[in-house]
């Protein structure tokens, strides 16, 4: 039996002279091919350009692109992977562009250094933003109306997206397809990828630092491997200290240089983490599903599970969990 691909919601991309193709890529992938397996209309991607025509990419290629920037800001979701220079203005034609596609309705999204067009154009004024670590500072100081956190893979304000760094776009995408079509689609759309669904933690652990070769870091591996594996039992320092033959003011020490955060925090994140999929696929009560994943009460779940999450946890399974 022949299955008639039927078109979904419009997704708009902008290409840009001396972009690197590894962000447009990322937006290709997710959005661009066909999945016909899911047996449902997919995402129809459109490349679009300030001026249509030749557009040259990092390493002395090119494409060429038709649309323009009235196809650009006619799409449902409007996506800018980045900016030629985060030091320069956004030009007049995008503004405007942004503008008139936000004032549609659509979805505007950025990655990496992207969030600094929707700056430009006024999109991130009184809004929590994200962009790469290394361009923060820059963003803050050029937009100070806008909330920049720096400490996050990528934030969902509703009608507008941003992603840090290059690779967190793949998050952010992967965020939407989970918006538009839940769990169980998004986790597939992930393992073709082979990269996971949900990655904990933020930029912190990305930022430059010393990272020398020691011993140690094999015993603090196994402490937290052993932790994932007994998420459900009382964990504190003290007992992954022991678990990797160190005091515990020597694993701290360890901890902090290898993840960029506390054994707490991170284990709080590996503990939200999990509950994702007992709330996805299951109707366990909230109190049990605190409870399995190692929460010592509901309410501390709710709290940290809010404070990750950007939601509570029921509703984050009206939207995501079993119909």
């Known amino acids: ?9 419009r997704v708009t991309v902008l290409a840009y002279d001396g972009m690197s193709v590894f962000e447009l890529g990322i937006v290709t992938e997710v959005f661009g091919l066909p999945r016909p397996e899911f047996d449902r209309p997919w995402y129809d991607l459109t490349i679009c350009a300030e001026t249509p025509g030749l557009v040259r990419v990092i390493g002395g290629a090119a494409l060429h692109t038709e649309h323009g920037l009235d196809t650009f800001a006619a799409g449902e979701t409007v996506i800018v992977p980045g900016v030629p220079d985060v030091r320069a203005r956004t030009s ?43 361009y923060a500072g820059a963003l803050r100081a050029r937009h100070p109306a806008v909330q920049v956190d720096a400490d996050v893979l990528y934030l969902d304000d509703g009608d507008v997206l941003t992603s840090a760094g290059s690779a967190a776009g793949v998050d952010l995408c992967l965020h939407v397809v989970r918006r538009d079509h839940g769990p169980a689609i998004a986790n597939a759309v992930a393992r073709r990828l082979v990269v996971p669904p949900h ?11 010393p ?8 015993r603090l591996a ?8 007994n998420l459900a039992a009382p964990i504190t320092v003290e007992i992954l200290a022991r678990r990797a033959h160190m005091s515990a003011r020597t694993y ?21 983490h999990a509950s994702l999929t007992l709330l996805e696929t299951t109707a366990v009560p909230i109190e049990e599903v605190a409870a399995a994943v190692g ?16 939601t509570a946890p029921s509703s984050y399974r009206k939207a995501f969990g079993p119909s």
């Open 92 to 134: 007049p034609a995008l503004v405007t562009a942004l503008r008139t596609a936000h004032a549609r309705g659509a979805r505007i999204m950025s990655i990496c250094s992207g969030a600094f067009a929707l700056a430009g154009a006024g999109l991130l004024d009184g809004r929590r933003a994200t962009t790469h670590w290394q």
């Open 222 to 229: 196994r402490s937290m491997d052993w932790a994932l594996g």
């Open 199 to 209: 990655r904990d933690g933020g930029q912190a652990q990305f930022i430059e630092a």
């Open 1 to 9: 039996m022949l299955r008639i691909h039927r078109r979904g919601p």
């Open 211 to 218: 990272m020398a070769a020691d011993p140690a870091d094999d």
């Open 252 to 272: 701290l020490r360890h901890f902090a240089r290898a993840t960029g955060t506390t054994p707490i925090r991170w284990l709080i994140a590996q503990r939200v």
């Open 295 to 310: 929460f010592d009460s509901p309410v501390t779940f709710r709290h940290h599970f809010t404070r990750a999450m950007r």
